[in-house]
């Protein structure tokens, strides 16, 4: 079993919709979690961080870690076409940047005008 | 967040040749920095560790040979692709952070070996 499970999608929803994102994971060390965009040939885009459990909002974007169940979710609201990317979740056992993180596969999002 | 610039951005090289890439950390001075390689359609995974001063510390199943990894200063770290063949064709990135949460990434470089 790997480290991080990620589903590649494609994931196509109309635009306007809510989309979630998932990533469970094995490591119940890891205490730092993210969530990356990175558009074709592009290096990943920070979204959001969140430390331990619980929700994080930031915009039409909300990120949310359930550690007792090893699950972490990316919701996005109002989805625009130009969101339409590929969706990476990382995770971390330390915050102090002195550990490389470890990503899902990422999901191949499209939105739909 | 952490500003980290790449380059290049793209080559192509023979097969045999070597490549050397390069990652600037721009508004922060970075002992530690990463690099990773990602496959089409596959996560990034982690290749080594470059720490400023002293040797990288690679993954597991990574040729520390064939993958050379220098931290010179505390701007920059350089990953030189030793004899490339046609499977090191990969999208190389590396990332540089203060704390992890505002890991940021440098704009990748594609390498292509023929």
């Known amino acids: 079993q790997k480290e991080v499970e990620q589903d590649p999608g494609p994931l196509s929803v109309p635009e306007g919709a809510i989309v979630s994102l998932n990533c469970t994971y094995s490591?119940?060390?890891?205490?730092?979690f993210m969530w990356y965009r990175q558009y074709s040939r592009k290096g990943p885009e920070l979204l959001m961080y969140?430390?331990?459990?619980g929700n994080k909002e930031d915009g039409r974007f909300t990120a949310q870690v359930d550690k007792s169940s090893k699950y972490i979710s990316l919701f996005i609201r109002d989805s625009q076409p130009s969101d339409s990317a590929t969706y990476l979740c990382?995770?971390?056992?330390?915050?102090?940047?002195?550990?490389?993180?470890?990503f899902g596969k990422g999901t191949h999002l499209i939105i739909q005008p | 967040g952490a500003v980290v610039s790449q380059h290049p951005s793209r080559v192509i090289c023979k097969s045999g040749t070597s490549v050397k890439i390069e990652c600037r950390s721009l508004?922060?001075?970075?002992?530690?920095m990463f690099w990773y390689r990602q496959f089409p359609k596959q996560s990034l995974m982690l290749m080594a560790t470059?720490?400023?001063?002293?040797?990288?510390?690679?993954e597991q199943g990574v040729e520390k040979d064939k993958f050379l990894i220098n931290h010179a200063s505390l701007t920059l770290s350089t990953l030189t692709v030793t004899s490339a063949h046609p499977e090191d064709s990969s999208f190389y990135i590396c990332?540089?952070?203060?704390?992890?949460?505002?890991?940021?990434f440098g704009p990748g470089t594609r390498l292509t070996v023929l």
């Open positions: 990382a995770m971390s056992e330390s915050g102090g940047g002195a550990d490389g993180l470890t």
């Open positions: 508004d922060f001075q970075a002992t530690t």
């Open positions: 969140t430390y331990s459990s």
């Open positions: 470059s720490n400023e001063g002293s040797k990288a510390t690679y």
């Open positions: 990332s540089a952070s203060r704390e992890v949460r505002d890991t940021n």
């Open positions: 490591n119940s060390a890891f205490q730092y």
